[in-house]
């Protein structure tokens, strides 16, 4: 659907724009790479992303979303990060210490830092997170890694200590998690906070201003610990529609966005783009699906969910819709990871398949009208998707034209970003859904398919339940031994294809675009964000000056 921040790259999110790349990639190419220049850094002008989703919430543990995320992790730092080598390195903590047994981390925290309000940051913060992150009264879908502490104390103000009573092989990338402020927070429901619109966090930019549905502005922070960015601020710009979004990046009205496979391949290959831009391509660490409401009698059938796998051409999707910019995908992994299984069960497409599995679950047509029936029901469906992403409509309109061929109808109606999440998904308000996942760098994928992660704002809003696929999910967390965890996600994946709760349809390329201005961008494994605070616009060539 949906999600991520950046370890916070722990965080799943629900996407409607890829972003990152994660681990077990080749570094990313460049069509104009990053340009060399003599010219040295430079404090200086403002950089202008284009999104087609506003944020939902800026207090990190309440959102689900990757605008929301992405904002967020400028703002917030973890206690730990990923480095563009996809190693785990200090953010808020500057060095750990794990007992012999793995089962008890001492953070040794930054001294000096101090949230944007000047406050101090210390131990307690990072305490309290914890406690309000597991509160039952707390609605965020992220409290399964921290329920797994059993013990979480301050040593002093800048040490943290945390002992988990069994093996927990995310453990310390799950302290990725933002840090939130306990003297802003603390004994007040968090739910109706005011840093859900205006945070006040520690990281490298500070909130500005919000504009529902146009605009979020932040401002360099110049007591950042790891040293003031060199961009003055950040702008996120609200354009729903990805053809309007194109015209302001041609217009040089915004800097940054992530193209289409059409704008890509075809519309920015020219003499314009060529010298006023940087392309960037890579396989991004994210998937996108066909997902079934669970709840609904028309998807509780396997060899249903099945059928529809087999009816739908996801190479004709790849090629028709992404252009060739693109695999099909066969799981919740990205192939070539360590815990991607290249062998389970393939669905190639099969439509007379597709038709006796449908025909075995009782389906047929028997008023020769063309759609299958079944106790006088026609076989019909709404499937959903959000607005602004001609990649996902495109996709649902092949999904339409294969189903309606094996006789399935479906109906497709485009909705907003912010309704679509809070009044369809969250309220599985919904029969069918297409959707992207952009998936964390650890494989653990307890929050999105764990039976117990079906409530309200939690992330398996599919309500798919399966007992061996929960014990496994459990097994592949409770081990420090890859190869052990190797065999969880390899059966899961097993699992996961025979039930097919979603029909993964296929794993996109990142395709980002940045101003040609902007220097200092290093394509790395983990993508081209990761160092973002090192971006500059050389003195001469800056356009945009912040005013008050």
């Known amino acids: ?135 039952p009264k707390t609605p965020t879908a992220y409290a399964g890694d921290f329920m797994k502490v059993k013990k979480a104390e301050v040593i002093d103000p800048y040490t943290f200590r945390v002992t988990y009573d069994q093996p927990f092989a995310p453990a310390l990338s799950s302290w990725g998690a933002s840090i939130l402020p306990k003297h802003l927070l603390e004994g007040k429901d968090i739910t109706k906070s005011a840093l859900a619109r205006r945070p006040i966090g520690t990281g490298p930019y500070r909130f500005k201003e919000w504009i529902t549905g146009q605009k979020i502005v932040l401002t360099a922070n110049p007591d950042y610990f790891e040293g003031r960015p060199y961009i003055n601020a950040y702008v996120l710009r609200i354009i729903p529609d990805m053809a309007t979004m194109f015209l302001e990046l041609r217009a040089q009205g915004i800097d940054r966005m992530d193209l289409t496979p059409l704008q890509y391949t075809r519309q920015t290959e020219n003499r314009f783009f060529s010298r006023n831009f940087q392309k960037f391509r890579y396989t991004s660490f994210s998937y996108t699906y066909l997902g079934y409401n669970l709840q609904d009698q028309l998807f509780s059938d396997r060899r249903v969910r099945q059928a529809i796998t087999y009816a739908i051409n996801r190479e004709e999707i790849i ?63 709404e499937l959903i998707t959000n607005q602004g992403n001609e990649v996902r409509r495109k996709t649902a309109e092949i999904i339409q034209k294969r189903l309606a061929e094996v006789g399935i109808s479906v109906k497709i109606r485009i909705i907003e970003w912010a309704a679509f999440v809070k009044e369809f998904i969250n309220k599985r308000r919904f029969e069918a859904t297409v959707l992207g996942w952009t998936v964390p760098m650890d494989p653990d994928l307890y929050d999105v398919w764990h039976s117990s992660k079906t409530g309200p704002e939690e992330l398996n809003f599919i309500s798919y339940k399966n007992e061996e696929l929960d014990a496994l999910l459990e097994k592949g967390r409770s081990t420090f031994d890859i190869e052990e965890r190797k065999k969880a996600y390899y059966r899961i994946q097993e699992i996961l294809a025979e039930d097919q709760p979603y029909t993964f349809l296929y794993v996109p390329e990142a395709l980002p675009i940045v101003h040609a201005r902007f220097r200092g961008i290093q394509p790395a494994p983990v993508g081209i964000g990761y160092d973002f605070i090192r971006w500059y616009v050389p003195k001469e060539e800056q356009r945009f000056t912040l005013t008050p």
């Open 1 to 135: 659907m949906h999600i991520v921040r950046f370890l916070s790259g722990r965080r799943l999110a629900l996407a409607f724009i890829v972003v990152f790349a994660f681990f077990g990639c080749s570094s990313p190419d460049t069509e104009t790479g990053s340009r060399a220049s003599e010219r040295p850094p430079a404090y200086g002008d403002i950089i202008v992303e284009g999104a087609i989703g506003d944020a939902s919430n800026l207090i990190p543990i309440l959102a689900s979303d990757s605008a929301s995320h992405n904002i967020s992790g400028l703002i917030y730092n973890g206690l730990v990060k990923y480095d563009k080598d996809i190693r785990i390195v200090g953010d808020l903590a500057e060095s750990w210490d794990i007992s012999e047994n793995g089962l008890v981390i001492t953070f040794h925290l930054r001294k000096g830092v101090k949230w944007h309000d000047g406050h101090p940051f210390t131990a307690e913060d990072v305490l309290y997170t914890y406690r309000v992150t597991i509160d």
């Open 319 to 381: 090629r028709g819709v992404l252009l060739g910019l693109g695999t099909v995908a066969t799981g919740p992994f990205k192939p070539g990871t360590w815990a991607h299984n290249p062998a389970v069960k393939a669905y190639p497409y099969d439509p007379q398949k597709a038709r006796e599995l449908l025909a075995a679950a009782g389906w047929r047509d028997t008023d020769g009208d063309g759609i299958l029936d079944r106790n006088g029901k026609p076989f019909a469906f």
